[in-house]
């Protein structure tokens, strides 16, 4: 695990979007895994400014976001459809059909999860995916507890969780389930990139530089996997 310490946001938003930006430079049909919440913010903004200069930047580029709520619509303002949409998707020149996101409203829940499973796997495995980092812990939406050997699946959000996301939901109605990759499918990922920003998450930066690898704590399972940065924000 590498962990690199960052000066401030900016610096850790520059240089994740560095590596994003190689990533498809590199590959430009490269398959990246995509995280929300309030982290990846500025990673995205500099992503969107560069890739105007750099024209066709996305075209070929394949995403799959790690989680999304279930039991809301994709329109719905808190959800992370409508999330990617705003600071990345409606900016860049991907594909609608390449930006998979799980379906929080399918009908049948489990199907879709498998569903996802299935895509991801048909895009020939996850190349490069991009975590935040839980208060608690959790990665995607795996909470504490989360067997390492979890796959796409739906959860029940931890009432923390729920508190913390609670921006996004005005009205009050936090949703109480996801859908989200498990912790198997994230660590199938070749190369993972956990930002470590934003308020609150000291504890949880400390307890996984400690190295104890324990499902209580479900970051620490990017222990086990040999290509893992790690961006701190100072
Ligand atoms: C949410 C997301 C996670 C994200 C985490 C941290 O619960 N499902 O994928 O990493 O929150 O969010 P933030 O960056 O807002 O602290």
Known sequence: MRWIACQDYD?????????????????????LGLPTGRTPVGTYDRVVQECSRAYHCFREVVTFNLDEYAGIARDH????????RKHLFDHVDIDP??????????????????????EISRAGALHLTFLGLGR???????EPGTPFHSRTRVVELAPSTRVANADLFPDGHVPTRAITMGIATILES????LLAGGSGKQEAIARLRSGAV??????SALWKHPDVTVLVQG
Do not use: K, Q, W
Request: with cysteine.
């Open 136 to 142: 608690n812990g959790h990665i995607g939406f795996n």
């Open 77 to 84: 303002p808190g959800s992370y459809f409508t999330y990617m």
């Open 214 to 219: 324990d499902e209580g704590f479900p970051a």
């Open 190 to 193: 070749r190369s993972i990139v």
């Open 97 to 118: 059909r390449n930006a998979h996101l799980p379906n929080g409203s399918a009908p049948d829940l489990d199907a879709e999860c498998a569903r996802y499973e299935n």
């Open 11 to 31: 610096d850790l938003s520059r240089r994740a979007a560095d590596v994003l930006l190689a990533a498809i430079t590199d590959d430009p049909r490269c398959v």
